[in-house]
């Protein structure tokens, strides 16, 4: 599960070009690409304002902010909840520590979904907070949307909102446990619209979290991370993904395989010096698709990781 660094030290070194991009299943993947400044970063949620600027919010103390003019150069923003966030302690044990935002731009306000929770229990919660302006005091409580127990078979973290091109919203979310789940939301309230929880993929119980659904073309695609995150330098973080023509599944990988049997296309994974890649975010800018996410460095910081994405002559995704 996802938890907030406690060592923010260092920058990141400008990534290299990539080799054998164009490739889906290129066995040597990209190195981030170049970022400076603010650049120590968990599990990042990203949104291009209104007026072309970026805002970054990701897992730390009361959800910890940065901003871009150019998605190069970050700078600190401060946090989303200057005075804490006294209504999510029963779930973190006291901590102000809250995980993995997820963060959009909707009729005129950002909408904040973020999780409560402990490292490896599922007694966790997703609130929902918005903001007229996204900045650091600005934010507002607008409580609970989805929590779980220690006698659910899901764990409520990581949330991913997605809105189709019906309008219809989804709130996607999950770690470990039977896996990712998938939720429908009011698009007045931004809170569940009934009482159905689906599954989109799971590993037997194995490593799965940090769902991330995202159209392109046809085919609605689910992104997802394997394996261990937070254990620095050692975390075994890789990047998946599935596809479906439908927002609530069934998701498969290339080879056909359900993503609720365990299926997944690797995209990015460890290589070098870039350690666990994962807690992943995809937006469309003006140039391309944008894969933002984090990785560890040898010393074991959390750094921020940009790279575009490409799709195969079959629509598969690949990093570059």
């Known amino acids: 599960?996802?938890?907030?660094?406690?060592?923010?030290?260092?920058?990141?070194?400008?990534?290299?070009?990539?080799?054998?991009?164009?490739?889906?299943?290129?066995?040597?993947?990209?190195?981030?690409?170049?970022?400076?400044?603010?650049?120590?970063?968990?599990?990042?949620?990203?949104?291009?304002?209104?007026?072309?600027?970026?805002?970054?919010?990701?897992?730390?103390?009361?959800?910890?902010?940065?901003?871009?003019?150019?998605?190069?150069?970050?700078?600190?923003?401060?946090?989303?909840?200057?005075?804490?966030?006294?209504?999510?302690?029963?779930?973190?044990?006291?901590?102000?520590?809250?995980?993995?935002?997820?963060?959009?731009?909707?009729?005129?306000?950002?909408?904040?979904?973020?999780?409560?929770?402990?490292?490896?229990?599922?007694?966790?919660?997703?609130?929902?907070?918005?903001?007229?302006?996204?900045?650091?005091?600005?934010?507002?409580?607008?409580?609970?949307?989805?929590?779980?127990?220690?006698?659910?078979?899901?764990?409520?973290?990581?949330?991913?909102?997605?809105?189709?091109?019906?309008?219809?919203?989804?709130?996607?979310l999950g770690s470990f446990w039977t896996g990712i789940k998938q939720v429908q939301l009011s698009p007045s309230t931004g809170k569940r619209l009934d009482t159905t929880i689906r599954s989109l993929a799971g590993r037997g119980g194995g490593a799965i979290e940090a769902p991330f659904l995202f159209r392109h073309g046809s085919y609605y695609y689910l992104f997802v991370s394997f394996d261990v995150c937070c254990q620095g330098a050692s975390s075994t973080y890789r990047i998946m993904v599935g596809r479906s023509t439908s927002v609530t599944g069934g998701f498969v990988d290339k080879n056909g395989t359900a993503m609720t049997s365990g299926g997944g296309t690797e995209i990015l994974a460890g290589h070098g010096s870039i350690h666990g890649p994962g807690g992943q975010s995809v937006f469309t800018d003006s140039d391309a698709d944008v894969l933002v996410y984090h990785y560890y460095a040898d010393n074991g910081t959390a750094k921020l990781g940009i790279n575009l994405l490409g799709y195969d002559s079959s629509g598969w995704p690949y990093v570059y």
């Open 1 to 172: 599960m996802k938890k907030a660094l406690i060592a923010l030290t260092g920058l990141l070194v400008a990534g290299a070009t990539a080799v054998g991009v164009g490739s889906a299943d290129a066995a040597t993947y990209p190195n981030p690409g170049t970022v400076t400044g603010s650049t120590n970063v968990h599990d990042p949620g990203i949104v291009k304002k209104p007026d072309g600027t970026y805002l970054i919010a990701h897992t730390g103390n009361n959800i910890v902010l940065k901003t871009s003019t150019n998605r190069t150069a970050f700078v600190d923003a401060g946090v989303a909840f200057p005075s804490g966030a006294s209504w999510t302690t029963s779930y973190t044990g006291g901590s102000a520590n809250l995980w993995a935002p997820d963060i959009s731009y909707r009729g005129g306000k950002y909408l904040m979904y973020y999780s409560a929770s402990t490292f490896g229990s599922n007694h966790s919660a997703i609130f929902l907070a918005t903001s007229t302006t996204g900045a650091s005091g600005s934010w507002t409580n607008q409580g609970l949307v989805i929590e779980s127990t220690t006698s659910s078979n899901f764990n409520a973290i990581d949330p991913n909102l997605y809105v189709d091109p019906s309008g219809n919203w989804w709130l996607s």
